[in-house]
């Protein structure tokens, strides 16, 4: 297992796989499978990975620790940067294929609608994280600065789940799912953090972070 | 086979006699294969179309479709009534309406595969795959309230009640789409007219039809079913108000509100009743299921007005589907010189 975790191989599968939505939206582009209405489509589905991915990588710390599999760690940087690539994507969306650039009414919409305000904050807050995200930045920030910084992707998956909720008309279950999910992964840190026995190493991920991207 | 394709249709159906007295043992596949052959005969010569999209019902019924095909398709209508006509087969006798739009038709793909009918699912392409087993006959409208003539009305009557019309409408979500549909069906005031609304009655609710059983999305939407709507009764005699029982020439396929719906174009389209099974006049405004759900988002009347945003998206603008840029919404979805008239003096801002 540990050698599947490490091997160069098993990375590019999982980079492919992140890929497969798009590749996804791609293929349906192409075979007529993006419904009557494809840019809501579109926007639907960047949004959902978006989330989802987020979710993905905030599993990576819990998962690493409660099946002692510190490997793990090396796809969190690669999935936390495809969802900022799905975050990107559903913006666009937004700004190009629903506001036609109209920059006044994308302002507009932002600060009226406070499920647009809401997506805006988690994309915003997702740019730092993605600039950030190297090994060359976690020096240069130092690990607790770094680490201080990157727990804004809390606030962004809140946020993120608010967005969703705030959006549905009815159909509240799979927003309150998503936030389930989210609930879980923050109160586990909340109890990992008081009760640092629960995983198998020190709760401090950026110790091992640097090390695995130097090697 | 192949060359069998470019024979006319009656020759042909001599050539399936001939073929299932061959092969009686394949006579199911057989069948089946011959009505998939395009030219000559088409889906609405032999069998409904609910009929042959359900497989596993039509080899079921392969004996009964092979009778008629043998026996000419009156044999078929008489043994099997509760397809007869009432699952994407023609409606004859249809005449234009001087109401209509000559705008450009959406596609008949569009307006099947992308619906909000949230007791078969919140996607828009649920409704498409869950509402095909929904059973539309027989089917009975229960009419009644504050009428001199309460009524239990059959689809079948409903057809009958006044000439068919088609009405090539403006449809626009709530949700900022909108499509052009060819609906079929009557002016709402023909029906009225046959129960005679006493004085008392001001408002009509509709009720759509419910049942957990065959509609098990329903429970993962959050939506108190069965939906209810309404219309103020001066609304519901409006001309444009349409009874609809068809679209695209054909009865309505079940993902759109099979067998008879409500159709008021200047309205946003949640307003609009599918699969109805009551029809109440009554004094009081009766409660509508989005508005009992979020009533600071959607109102009673919920007319379509680009000046009145809802509260979590503009209203301004509407994307037409199959249309890449969106276009202005028009107030009362550009159906002003026909209803703008039942609101004189009304607060659209506080009505909406």
Redesign the interface.
Known sequence: MHKFLTSKWTKAAVFLICLLPLASLGWRGLHDGL???P??FITHATGDWTLRLILITLCVTPFRKLLGLPELIRFRRMLGLFAFFYGCLHFTTYIWL?K?FDLKEVWK?IAK???ITVGFLAFVLLIPLAITSTAGWIRRLGGRCWQLLHRGIYITVVAGVIHYY????????RPLTYGAIVAVLLLWRLAAKFRPRMGTEQANPVKTQPQKSQA | MRSRDRLPGHKQKKRVTLELEVTPKYLGDVVEMLIRMKPGLTYADVTPREVYQNRRKFLRNAGLAAAALLMGREFWELASPSSRAYAGTKLAGVTKSSLSTTEKQNTYDDVTHYNNYYEFGVDKSEPAKNAQGLKTYPWTVSIEGEVKKPHQISIDEILRVAPLQERIYRHRCVETWSIVVPWIGYSFSALAKLVEPTEQAKYVAFETFYDRNQMPQAKYTGIDFPYVEGLRLDEAMNPLTLLCVGMYGETLPNQDGAPVRMVIPWKYGFKSAKSLVKIRFQKEQPPTTWNRLASDEYGFYANVNPTVDHPRWSQARERRLGEFFKRDTLMFNGYSDQVASLYTGMDLKKYY
């Open positions: 419904t009557a209405n840019i809501e629903d036609f919409d609608r406070p499920y705030w959006l549905v008309k009815s159909a509240v279950l």
